[in-house]
């Protein structure tokens, strides 16, 4: 996967910018989607990982429904195709005009969170007269052993409704002949990366549909969320989530009658690992005790590590072999946390250098901030598989690259 990225440097591009490994994106989604249909199951897209044009055509092209947060998310879903019908709706503070617009598309269903909200729900059809679509998201106190600010299963998190509110919420979307109940809804969190939340879930959710006779209340479908990791230590060593051992796992703990529609939510496990964000370096600053490589990307474009700490592995393009030493890779922006990575062991950078931050695919480009009044960065879009022969040119820098190299590439 490297060679692609190396081959495509062209001088004339300007940095910062996010590069997307389309062949890659094919093959995540084409194996995602078919490991989810071996079980029988949907999968929306979460369109908040990442919300460019040519990502979301090629999601639609694997006919993935969308998963929308927004009034505006929906649009652009619809936008590029999407149908209403494959569209949910979720969110905690969903406006009145959102919902109303929500309800006006005839999306699948709107993902309610609270009594209030699904009153507020009720009262805007009846206005519309129209019967909304709902689903009920119930917070299942769930652990999903994540970093805390990507938890949104456990009680003291904002997301859901609790449990002792379900049978109120249930009896409502009965009594209210602006309600239609389509099933339930639940997310415990993001980047989960070990079996047992997962567990939980199905082990929760079966038992809930049981308890509560959702059936009984006309309830037909069951969704699960997102939340399956990506490997951001090592990204090219399984570039795409097992997501066969995903769904099988699912299947095995989920008890619930068979013509239940399960649906999942995945954003990250869809589209991390096929995107890098590509940064020059400014200024090596020798400080006290360390080196810093000031680049030109910063918490503006990957605000992950600032907000979660989190690890992207950072490579230097062109290693012409410099001895190794240890940089803080930070970025230009007037923020102390504007930092990419702390002690990253790399062949000596210097001034012009380029680096290359991996797994950008997800929660990238869709958080990037106008902050200190920066420009967006572009994207660019790898779209062929690179032949064999290109093996070869691992280690060639832009300037010695052949000039038919570049042209198995369409950079737009
Ligand atoms: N469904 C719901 C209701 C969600 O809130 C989310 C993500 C997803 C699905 C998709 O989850 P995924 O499969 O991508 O884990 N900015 C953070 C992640 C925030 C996730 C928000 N909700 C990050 O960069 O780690």
Redesign the pocket.
């Known amino acids: 996967m490297n060679n692609i990225y190396n081959v495509c440097q062209l001088k004339t591009v300007q940095t910062p910018y996010y590069l997307y490994d389309m062949f890659l994106l094919k093959s995540t989604l084409e194996s995602a989607y078919n490991a989810a249909r071996a079980h029988n199951f949907k999968i929306h897209y979460?369109v908040?990982?990442n919300t460019e044009s040519k990502i979301l055509q090629e999601v639609n092209k694997h006919r993935f429904g969308v998963?929308c947060v927004s009034a505006n998310e929906i649009k652009k879903a619809i936008n590029h195709g999407f149908k209403a019908k494959d569209i949910v709706f979720?969110g905690v503070g969903k406006t009145d005009s959102e919902i109303a617009f929500a309800l006006s598309q005839q999306i699948f269903c709107i993902n309610c969170e609270s009594i209030e909200e699904l009153e507020v729900i009720a009262t805007i059809a009846e206005k519309m007269r129209l019967k909304a679509p709902v689903a009920l998201r119930v917070n299942p106190n769930i652990d999903a052993q994540t970093h805390q600010k990507?938890s949104?299963g456990l009680e003291d998190n904002k997301f859901g409704m609790p449990l002792f509110e379900l049978q109120q919420a249930l009896d409502i979307c009965c009594q209210n002949s602006y309600l239609q109940f389509k099933g339930l809804h639940f997310?415990i969190g993001?980047?989960i990366k070990s079996e047992t939340p997962f567990i939980n879930l199905c082990k929760k959710a079966s038992e809930i549909w049981h308890k509560f006779g959702i059936e009984s209340y006309g309830g037909s479908v069951l969704n699960l969320?997102?939340?399956?990791a990506v490997d951001y230590s090592d990204p090219f060593n399984k570039p795409v989530p097992e997501f066969e051992h995903f769904f099988g796992l699912i299947s095995k703990h989920l008890h619930i009658p068979t013509n239940v529609k399960v649906f999942f939510?995945?954003?990250?496990?869809l589209v991390a690992q096929s995107g890098t964000l590509v940064t020059k370096v400014l200024y090596v600053k020798k400080g006290l005790t360390k080196n810093f490589a000031i680049v030109d990307a910063g918490m503006t474009e990957l605000l992950?590590p600032a907000l979660?700490q989190?690890f992207h592995k950072i490579e230097k393009f062109n290693n012409n072999g410099g001895a190794i030493k240890n940089y803080d890779i930070v970025g230009p922006v007037c923020e102390s946390s504007d930092v990419f990575a702390k002690n990253v062991a790399l062949p000596e950078i210097r001034r012009g250098d380029i680096l290359m931050v991996r797994s950008c695919g997800?929660?990238a480009q869709s958080?990037s901030l106008r902050y200190n009044l920066r420009s967006l960065a572009p994207a660019y879009y790898l779209h062929n598989n690179p032949v064999d022969a290109l093996q070869d040119h691992v280690t060639t820098s832009f300037n010695t690259c052949p000039d038919y190299i570049f042209n198995f590439f369409s950079l737009q």
Do not use: F
Not at 225 to 228: D, I, K, M, P, V
Not at 265 to 269: D, H, P
């Open positions: 979460a908040k990982a998963d979720a990507i949104t997310h993001s980047q969320g997102g939340g399956l939510e995945l954003g990250r496990s992950r979660y989190a997800a929660y958080m």
